[in-house]
């Protein structure tokens, strides 16, 4: 993106943000906009930013269709009749492929906020994340669905 549609797109973000789209807010948040990219301007325009950029929008919205997923899924578990005998809560060991303290955390972070998970504790050597879901079909699943869905994407994000 070009030096002067990044301080458009910045401009409208502020006057969107303020809820006012007068000259006068247009141009305040042109001017922020414009000191922004003064400031920023040889990390934002690098050739890996946008790359870096898609992989955080893959993941966000690969978390906002597994936030909605889960949801559904967790309501139609709880609304059974016979919901005590559908509902098999269970403690996970999961393996972890992330390193860094920020990629943990941001796996656990995920995996804690979509319905019917939760990221209890990350062993000491960091090699494993305890998780508890609400009903568990299959260890092997979970496992594989967490290593291949967010973690996959958590470590892209980080490369």
Do not use: C
């Not at 930013?49 to 967790?74: D, N, P, Q, W």
């Not at 998970?117 to 994340?129: C, I, P, R």
């Amino acid at each position: 993106m070009s030096t002067v549609a990044t301080i458009i797109v910045m401009a409208l973000l502020w006057a969107g943000i303020n809820g006012n789209f007068s000259l006068a807010n247009l141009l305040f948040g042109a001017v922020i906009g414009l000191v922004a990219v003064l400031l920023l301007r040889q990390n934002l325009f690098s050739p890996g930013v946008s790359k870096r950029a898609m992989r955080i929008a893959r993941l966000a919205g690969s978390f906002a269709y597994e936030l909605m997923a889960s949801a559904v899924k967790v309501a139609v578990l709880v609304m059974r009749p016979d919901m005590h005998k559908v509902i098999r809560p269970a403690f996970v060991k999961v393996p972890l492929t992330v390193k860094s303290e920020a990629e943990i955390t941001i796996l656990a972070n995920l995996v804690t906020l979509t319905p019917g998970t939760l990221s209890v504790d990350v062993s000491e050597d960091k090699k494993f994340l305890y998780v508890h879901t609400i009903s568990l079909e299959s260890r092997d699943a979970l496992i594989a669905e967490i290593s291949n869905g967010f973690e996959k994407q958590v470590k892209e994000v980080f490369q």
